[in-house]
């Protein structure tokens, strides 16, 4: 593919051209004449007075190419069911990978825009195997009511949700991922009504975004607000209803009428704002109130789209699940588990040997070693686990000592993630890896789990004074011998919950009394394409309850993050070091998450009355 020719595409119809006619004239004034630009406009019916007005625009750097789609329209006509309330180019956006293979990547663009940066730059961001470049969509980040919507129905973050009007599009991944048969699929499945295939667009790209700076998609319209000079953005669109062909008014209108001004179009533009009614405008916002009513209804609906899911699909122990973790939240409960722990009795002193200094617990542990590498290949072979990446492995190779591991707890498999970052550190055999667990967990976890539990490198706490003081001695003499010690410090396990929980005090006594570092990972997870119930044939051979795989969820696709160590301070108290590195493990928990989910980090947690 030639890099110095870039294709930007257009969808509209023969009403709604003149507004690509000042949108791409305002592209062409500000791009830089360093690239070759290949303009298509997807269409099907566009007269000959508008093609040759858009024509006009072309010159040595850019090329105008008329597309109509009808026959690509009715070669899937079977797979498509248009709707009364769907305008056909809404759908053109989903056609172009497929319809033009000789581009890896695409810019599409609204004709309801103004183009004020170089659109040169927005193509060369590398986006790497996102499926789209997009800009947050502010409607959902700033309106309580669409917000609500796009996560309880289309089950995408608020915060996560994207623009549609002005993508990036991975051509390679569209077609590898086969969105456009997915987008298809949904149709048939349910009818999204607010925002339509911007809906369908987020629901397939679900964590598959590369977000760019939200200067390259300003929305504008009433109630919406920036952080910057929106006069200095780099792409203006005119959103809704707030068109400044229909309104004097309308924010940011000065700037569409400096460029409309310099096109053949600028007086049929300026005779459609002054025949413009207020019958129409009226019209216009009712049209917005019911739009609004309509994401309220859709949320309450008792089968909108994620609830269909809930009661259809997915693993009603998961649904229950997720409602709880939700509960839990609202009522700040985040140190307890959602899920029922085994059975439990005590664990006596007598009946554990923590270091396995006997030969019985050496030749156990050997046993359970060797069946949990075969697991952890399995796991990962058959994508019952997916590790996409190890970010910061240098802080764990660059350790002399050993350390607290800390992590979220969200998996049953997630220890199994962080041994593999261990194994990467290549910092065995000279310092093993343990896994602190709970009680019930050793003394009555059944099955093949139950057997690792009790011999796989796990530290349990226990119930009994005693049997304390056994793991607080075994403990210390790990650390101190070299060893990484892995610590939940949330204390408990919140299924697939993205978000870092406050964390308790136990794990950085032990980093402070043994004067080594706490080593802070954290992981983070994005959908795959692979669903739970495709499991359960894979891991057969293993006595594992099923309600460990994700049935009618997809499984989550990880990143673990390893922080730089936290050093405990030889001028601060125990208690003030003990305070100081679990608060600043959290900041390193939350910098990442912010950073990687590109949201701030907020609870619904509910003020106590």
């Given at each position: ?23 791409l ?14 303009i ?18 072309a ?17 899937i ?14 759908y ?23 183009v ?51 993508m ?9 991922k ?9 149709l ?24 760019l700076?939200?200067k ?41 009428w ?7 179009v600028?007086?049929i ?11 129409q ?34 693993s ?10 939700e509960?839990?939240e609202r ?9 029922k ?5 005590m664990?006596?002193p ?62 049953a ?24 667990i ?29 049997t ?40 950085y ?34 006595d ?10 997809f ?31 959290f900041?390193?928990?939350k ?19």
């Amino acid at each position: 593919m030639n890099d110095k020719i870039i294709p930007i595409f257009y969808a509209c119809d023969d009403a709604f051209v003149k507004y690509t006619i000042v949108s791409l004239h305002s592209i062409i004034k500000n791009a830089s004449k360093d690239y070759q630009y290949k303009i298509y406009v997807l269409n099907t019916n566009i007269g000959k007075d508008m093609r040759n007005k858009l024509s006009d625009l072309a010159n040595e750097n850019f090329e105008v190419n008329f597309v109509d789609v009808s026959d690509y329209l009715n070669s899937i006509t079977k797979d498509l069911p248009i709707r009364h309330y769907y305008s056909k180019t809404t759908y053109y956006r989903f056609f172009i990978a497929e319809m033009f293979p000789q581009y890896d990547k695409a810019i599409y663009i609204d004709s309801d825009t103004i183009v004020l940066g170089d659109i040169s730059k927005l193509y060369s961001t590398d986006i790497g195997d996102c499926y789209v470049g997009a800009c947050h969509e502010q409607a959902m980040v700033q309106v309580d009511v669409y917000g609500t919507y796009c996560e309880k129905v289309v089950g995408v973050s608020r915060h996560n949700f994207f623009n549609a009007g002005m993508m990036l599009i991975n051509c390679q991944q569209f077609r590898d991922k086969k969105v456009l048969k997915k987008f298809l699929k949904y149709l048939w499945e349910y009818t999204f009504v607010v925002t339509q295939d911007e809906d369908y667009l987020n629901l397939i790209c679900k964590d598959q975004v590369f977000w760019l700076d939200q200067k390259w998609n300003t929305e504008l319209t009433d109630g919406l607000e920036y952080n910057y000079d929106v006069t200095k953005a780099n792409i203006l669109h005119y959103i809704m209803v707030n068109k400044p062909w229909h309104y004097h008014n309308c924010r940011c209108a000065d700037i569409f009428w400096k460029y409309a001004s310099e096109t053949s179009v600028y007086s049929i533009l300026q005779d459609e704002l002054n025949a413009y009614t207020d019958e129409q405008r009226e019209r216009d916002r009712l049209s917005g109130d019911n739009l609004y009513q309509m994401a309220i209804d859709e949320t309450n609906k008792k089968d909108n789209y994620q609830n269909q899911l809930n009661e259809t699909r997915r693993s009603k122990y998961r649904v229950d699940l997720n409602k709880k973790i939700e509960k839990y939240e609202r009522e700040g409960r985040f140190d307890e588990d959602v899920e029922k722990d085994p059975p439990s009795r005590m664990i006596m002193p007598d009946e554990i040997d923590y270091l396995r200094r006997s030969p019985i617990a050496k030749l156990k542990t050997k046993i359970a070693h060797e069946k949990a590498k075969v697991f952890l290949k399995t796991i990962l072979d058959k994508k019952i686990m997916i590790i996409k990446d190890i970010k910061g492995i240098e802080n764990w190779q660059n350790l002399n000592s050993g350390a607290i591991v800390t992590c979220n707890h969200f998996n049953a498999f997630d220890s199994f993630a962080i041994q593999e970052a261990y194994h990467a550190s290549k910092k065995w055999p000279k310092g093993k890896f343990y896994r602190v667990i709970r009680e019930g967990n050793y003394t009555s976890f059944p099955g093949f789990f139950g057997e690792l539990m009790r011999h796989f490198y796990t530290l349990p706490l226990s119930s009994n004074m005693k049997t304390m003081v056994k793991f607080t001695e075994a403990t210390n003499t790990l650390l101190q011998k070299g060893n990484f010690v892995l610590f939940y410090p949330e204390q408990a396990m919140w299924w697939n919950y993205r978000k870092p929980r406050p964390v308790k005090p136990g794990a950085y006594k032990f980093a402070v009394k043994n004067n080594v570092p706490v080593l802070p990972c954290f992981i983070t997870m994005k959908d795959s394409d692979i669903l739970g119930e495709d499991l359960r044939r894979e891991i057969k051979d293993f006595d594992i309850d099923e309600n460990f795989l994700p049935n009618g969820y997809f499984v989550q696709e990880y990143t673990i993050h390893i922080g730089k160590p936290i050093y405990p301070d030889a001028n601060r108290s125990t208690r003030e070091n003990i305070e100081h590195m679990a608060k600043e493990n959290f900041k390193v928990w939350k910098k990442i998450y912010e950073k990687e989910y590109c949201m701030p980090l907020t609870y619904t947690t509910e003020e106590k009355k």
